[in-house]
């Protein structure tokens, strides 16, 4: 298979029994929330998500590993071409698109020739991976009772948990639910509870949509609305309805997939076939960046199940659709899934599937990384205008960053400012601190040498401690309770008394030791420019 196109199925419009007045077509789309552009009806709060896919999932090269092709037929250009990934993931792509390897070192135009002496980098989920030339390997300080009894058990667990181990479990569950029998039949196949699933020539009927109040409704597709021509295990996809849920598992959407008595792409069965292959998603609460990501670090996980990194966004709102190839994403909230609330050992960090996914979003985005001035740590305080964990005594707290000469010292409010230059702040920021908030999510995108500095964690201590395990940066926050002043209790709407809901005062003093400690962890990283001890701090 070949995915190369992500899409979300956002608005269908029903078609006109009449013509319609420009009138009528306004008061639709007003009412349905929707906005038209060159895709077709799209609901406005995807608009933010759809510009960071567009930029995230620009052509990378990807085709699945049963693309054997070595030109590709839409442009008629090698298929090296196409390939826009950061330098040090191309040999790794390389490895599991050997066909295009050979296609490279055929032609003297190709311009990764030198990354052909490196085939046997593999990420890790590969069959034929060798151990010593894998991506990377996460690294445990100690075993922890009930988890692992040495620390390269420990190590494993949380490769698995976490790292490219996970996606090699994903694809070893991997098992057919509907099998093509002759040229032309259909096909699905799927992970252990439809957490992740592949479908060719996918037939769906949208003409007779069921809606109400939930956002995903688990009966929207009826019996002989999704399915295809090919041979059907219905027992076996039932038995995979344990984790039904909107953001666990595709069941809810997959549970009436049907044996069609017809091949979907024949005989004018659809109003439209889509030819490129599509990604479908379920997103996360779209409130702020860390439930965003929860759909794009998932998102990334599902390229490499498939073996592909080129995408293209499509909005979809036809009667009846026929899908050549299709991946139904993993999903945000997945039980034992990754990114939000995932189970993690203990003492352990840095894993290179997280690394992987900020390299890949940087490089997509063109996001570059510059060369701090010779002794210099920067620091960037992100702030928040919100009503609530507001810093009350800020203005002290940045007046004693800059007594500190080796620090360049930001303040910036991310609210006022575009995504984009979000992202080239973060990157180039040595020392990051904000206290608990989604803004923290940036973590993501900072240097492996930087720092995070949750100045206060409101009680909620392994959220974003666990974001910067997995990412690999390492992570300090407010440790001495009697230096910390709440503006008072704090005011949950429905629970009461909330930790995340007032403003607080920090000590200076004990601010500038963690800062200063902060910085040394900086400096005495192996990765760090400048080797030279900073005697100021």
Not at 4 to 14: D, M
Not at 35 to 54: A, D, K, P
Not at 342 to 362: E, I, K
Not at 503 to 525: C, G, I, P, W
Request: net charge negative.
């Amino acid at each position: 298979m070949a995915p190369r196109l992500s899409c979300f199925v956002a608005e269908r419009r029903p078609s006109p029994l009449k013509k319609e007045s420009k009138t009528d077509k306004r008061k639709w789309m007003e009412d349905h929330e929707v906005i038209e552009n060159e895709f077709g009806f799209l609901h406005r709060s995807t608009i933010t998500i759809l510009l960071l896919l567009q930029f995230v999932m620009e052509p990378a090269g990807g085709f699945g590993l049963e693309d054997q092709n070595v030109v590709d037929s839409a442009n008629k250009m090698p298929l090296y071409s196409n390939i826009r990934l950061p330098d040090e993931h191309i040999p790794y792509f390389l490895h599991n698109n050997m066909h295009i390897a050979v296609t490279c070192e055929k032609d003297s135009l190709c311009p990764f020739k030198k990354y052909l002496r490196e085939l046997e980098s593999c990420w890790g989920y590969e069959k034929d991976c060798k151990p010593e030339y894998r991506f990377s390997y996460p690294v445990c300080t100690e075993a922890t009772s009930g988890w692992a009894n040495t620390v390269e058990g420990a190590e494993e667990i949380f490769w698995k948990q976490a790292d490219f181990g996970y996606v090699k479990e994903m694809l070893l569950e991997m098992q057919t639910l509907c099998e093509p029998v002759s040229a032309g039949d259909s096909s699905l196949a799927c992970t252990k509870y439809t957490r992740y699933c592949r479908a060719t020539n996918l037939y769906i009927d949208l003409r007779n949509p069921r809606r109400n109040t939930d956002r995903y409704r688990e009966d929207f597709l009826e019996e002989g609305e999704i399915g295809g021509h090919c041979k059907l295990n219905k027992k076996a996809l039932v038995d995979e309805g344990e984790h039904k849920s909107p953001l666990q598992s595709w069941f809810a959407e997959l549970q009436t997939y049907s044996q069609l008595n017809f091949q979907p792409m024949e005989g004018g069965n659809c109003d439209l076939v889509i030819e490129k292959p599509t990604y479908f998603m379920k997103l996360d609460a779209g409130v702020n960046m860390y439930h965003h990501f929860c759909d794009f670090v998932n998102l990334y996980i599902s390229q490499h199940i498939n073996n592909s990194f080129n995408a293209d966004v499509n909005i979809v709102m036809w009667d009846t659709v026929c899908f050549k190839e299709a991946v139904f994403s993993l999903l945000p909230r997945m039980r034992y899934g990754l990114f939000y609330n995932t189970p993690l050992v203990p003492d352990c960090f840095s894993t290179g599937m997280f690394r992987a996914f900020s390299q890949h979003v940087l490089f997509r985005l063109n996001i570059t990384k510059d060369v701090p001035l010779m002794g210099r740590i920067r620091v960037t305080f992100l702030v928040r205008s919100t009503q609530y964990r507001r810093v009350l005594n800020q203005q002290e707290l940045v007046k004693a960053l800059k007594m500190v000469s080796v620090f360049d010292v930001r303040v910036v409010d991310y609210k006022d400012i575009g995504f984009l230059e979000q992202l080239k702040i973060t990157h180039n920021s040595d020392i990051f601190i904000s206290i608990h908030g989604a803004g923290l999510t940036h973590l993501f995108f900072l240097p492996d040498w930087a720092v995070i500095f949750e100045l206060y964690n409101c009680d909620d201590d392994r959220c974003y401690l666990d974001l910067a395990r997995l990412r690999g940066v390492h992570y300090t926050t407010w440790e001495k309770r009697d230096k910390v002043i709440p503006q008072d209790k704090g005011h949950h709407p429905t629970l009461g008394d909330h930790p995340k809901f007032t403003n607080y005062s920090f000590d200076v003093t004990e601010f500038m030791r963690l800062v200063l400690s902060a910085a040394q962890r900086v400096t005495q990283h192996p990765k760090w420019h400048f080797t030279q001890y900073h005697t100021e701090l």
